[in-house]
């Protein structure tokens, strides 16, 4: 297992092998932390995103107002890009499922952290970034997504990663993790 560590404050700032991206199956940008990574990353992340986007099959997925969205990645999956201007070697893209009170979807964001992790060790990563997937625009409950996390990362065992380090932007959620590593 890795060391896990947590800190309050903006994914962006910081200073890791690998960030990861809460971003959505088109890999084309979106707001939260999506947005905020390209802006600070800069132009070089979306361009492999774009050229990694046109090799993925062409997906059935459908936008939550129900047009189709061509290709993309599936939700709890996690593909690797540069992460351009950002103090990292990697950004990991991984899409997180959208919450919903009819159907549990929690293996899907198990999958987008142990995938992650995955991916991070295939590329050599000691140190990985997490933002609280899905908690944010895709409605996941704070301290279920906080449970989840903590725990998928607790039960990983990645060979390369030695801290897997959460970065909560506000003190709900930074207090939700906490609660989870007591
Ligand atoms: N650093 C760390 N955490 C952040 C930052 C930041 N700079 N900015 C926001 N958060 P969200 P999701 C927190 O909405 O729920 C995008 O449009 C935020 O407070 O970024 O997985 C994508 O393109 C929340 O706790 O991701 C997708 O369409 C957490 O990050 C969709 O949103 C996740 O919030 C994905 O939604």
Redesign the pocket.
Known sequence: MAAIELVQ????RQSVDAIVN???SSLL????????IHRRGGPAILDECRKLRASLPHSRLRSSGGTPIGKGLPTGQAVATTAGELDARWVIHTV?PVYSQSEDRSDLLVSCYRESLRVADELGARTIAF??????????P?DDGARIAVETVRRATPTSVEEARF????ER?YAAFAGQLR
């Open positions: 404050g903006d994914i962006t809460a971003a959505n940008g979106g707001g939260g932390v999506d947005g905020a997180g933002p609280a997937i899905s908690t944010g625009v895709y409605g996941w704070i970065v909560l932007f506000d959620s």
